[in-house]
């Protein structure tokens, strides 16, 4: 079983930046694929933007290319993902995910909140 965990979160205002990072229970070289998701209060869980660790292929959402950034941690079980130039609209709690074969996992979430 995989755990995922995730921190960073907060609340900023437009235009500032935050970090998210999150933790995996083993080395995340492991994984098919990890991504971000984010979900807005009434609204679908979205993706923000997906990697491929072994090859580090990265994919994003239209809505934050230029602008977010998605990473492997420092260490080999954390995944990151750099926010900048946030707006109103990418207030919302953001997911860790992670997939090996057909297997799915989540953490539990992490609020970011852009507001004035």
């Known amino acids: 079983q995989v755990q995922l965990v995730e921190s960073g979160g907060g609340w900023v205002q437009p235009g500032e930046s935050l970090r998210l990072s999150c933790a995996a229970s083993?080395?995340?070289?492991?994984?098919?694929?990890m991504a971000w998701y984010r979900q807005a209060p009434g609204k679908q869980r979205e993706l923000v933007a997906l990697?491929?660790?072994?090859?580090?292929?990265?994919n994003y959402a239209d809505f934050v290319k230029g602008r977010f950034t998605i990473s492997r941690g420092m260490t080999d079980n954390t995944l990151d993902l750099q926010m900048n130039s946030l707006k109103s609209e990418d207030t919302g709690v953001y997911y860790c995910?992670?997939?090996?074969?057909?297997?799915?996992?989540w953490g539990q979430g992490t609020q970011v909140t852009v507001s004035s």
């Open positions: 990697i491929h660790p072994p090859g580090g292929t990265t």
């Open positions: 083993g080395s995340i070289f492991g994984f098919n694929a």
């Open positions: 995910y992670s997939r090996i074969l057909r297997q799915e996992f």
